[in-house]
């Protein structure tokens, strides 16, 4: 199978209403995307990605007013967060209708839906007789993808068309807040953080991790958004690289340069230390040193405020499988 990467929405359309995958640009990551009223399609998700049937779905709708096609008793701290976030990186775990088909939300009562923040793909969308169900367009565990050429070097030959949206302007996957007895709980952090959420609902709940092999919503599996180069975490650049000295090292810093170390391949995340720009730009960043044949990447944690800590997280769990430097 040949992929194409375009971006003619009449073909992307065609695609998907013949049962066929679709990655998808959003403000966040590109989605690999098919119809999510499907079980046919929503099996080719879970095939391409190699992606367990235990980790649930994000379902993507076009606009506030489709949340009741699919989900059911939905709280009114779900409208407010709706009405402040979307479209945008936010999305909501809800009582799903009998319509959603169970395999979407791996035999959960719940779905995960969103309204994501992209021209191309809301216009897709609304072209659309039903929603799309979309994770991440990469293989499962693996660095999640922000330019159609992420999406195009680990899916070729398997998925026929990426809509070329461009560079994802968020760069990490959208928060996921679902409700316990009315009261907003966090079940992963992303680009929208704790304190956002709580200036529109009061009082938020950050949920702890769950083993992996019971995930009750969408980006809770302990092993993600890994490199194939061992990942090592660090708040001491200059320490780590000392005792790394014999190995072929890529640095991905926030935003200095750390002239004083002697490595050959640096990527600074934000020189003008945004905590958004290196948000936008860490899986990008991953992506590039994971192609250089370094033995080690050595990443330096965000200041931990604001969306630092969704991205500190991501890095946490990108590094997990490292052991033995």
Same mark, same amino acid.
């Given at each position: ?86 479209p945008g ?22 779905v995960a ?22 994770p991440s ?21 398997? $998925? !026929?068309? @990426?809509?070329?949206? %461009? /560079? ?6 959208? +928060?996921?807040? #679902?409700?316990?007895?009315? $009261? !907003?709980? @966090?079940?992963?952090? %992303? /680009? ?6 709580? +200036?529109?609902? #009061? ?123």
């Amino acid at each position: 199978m040949e992929t194409i990467i375009g971006k003619s929405l009449i073909q992307a359309a065609q695609f998907l209403n013949n049962n066929q995958l679709v990655a998808i640009p959003t403000e966040t990551v590109y989605g690999l995307a098919g119809n999510a009223f499907s079980s046919i399609a929503v099996q080719q998700i879970y095939a391409v990605k190699k992606r367990p049937l235990y980790n649930p779905l994000i379902v993507h709708i076009p606009n506030i007013q489709y949340l009741n096609t699919i989900a059911k008793n939905i709280p009114n701290n779900a409208y407010k967060l709706f009405e402040a976030f979307s479209p945008g990186p936010l999305t909501l775990l809800l009582s799903k209708k009998n319509i959603v088909p169970n395999i979407v939300t791996a035999n959960l009562p719940h779905v995960a839906v969103r309204i994501p923040n992209h021209k191309l793909t809301l216009q897709l969308l609304n072209n659309l007789s039903f929603p799309l169900a979309a994770p991440s367009a990469n293989l499962f565990g693996y660095i999640s993808p922000t330019k159609p050429e992420h999406v195009f070097k680990q899916l070729h030959n398997q $998925i !026929p068309y @990426i809509l070329n949206g %461009g /560079a994802c302007k968020s760069g990490i996957e959208s +928060t996921v807040v #679902g409700f316990e007895k009315g $009261i !907003p709980v @966090i079940y992963r952090l %992303g /680009a929208i953080s704790k304190t956002q959420i709580e +200036t529109i609902t #009061g009082k938020c709940l950050l949920k702890n991790e769950v083993n992996n092999n019971a995930p009750i919503s969408p980006g809770m599996i302990k092993y993600h958004y890994s490199p194939n180069t061992p990942l090592l975490l660090t708040n001491t650049v200059d320490a780590t690289i000392q005792q790394l000295k014999k190995k072929k090292i890529g640095l991905i810093s926030f935003n200095k340069s750390y002239e004083t170390v002697k490595v050959k391949h640096k990527i600074v995340l934000s020189k003008k230390s945004s905590l958004a720009e290196a948000a936008k730009n860490i899986y990008a960043a991953l992506h590039s040193m994971d192609e250089l044949n370094v033995d080690v990447i050595v990443a330096e944690l965000l200041p931990n405020k604001g969306i630092g800590i969704a991205v500190n997280e991501k890095l946490q769990k990108a590094g997990a499988k490292t052991t033995g430097l």
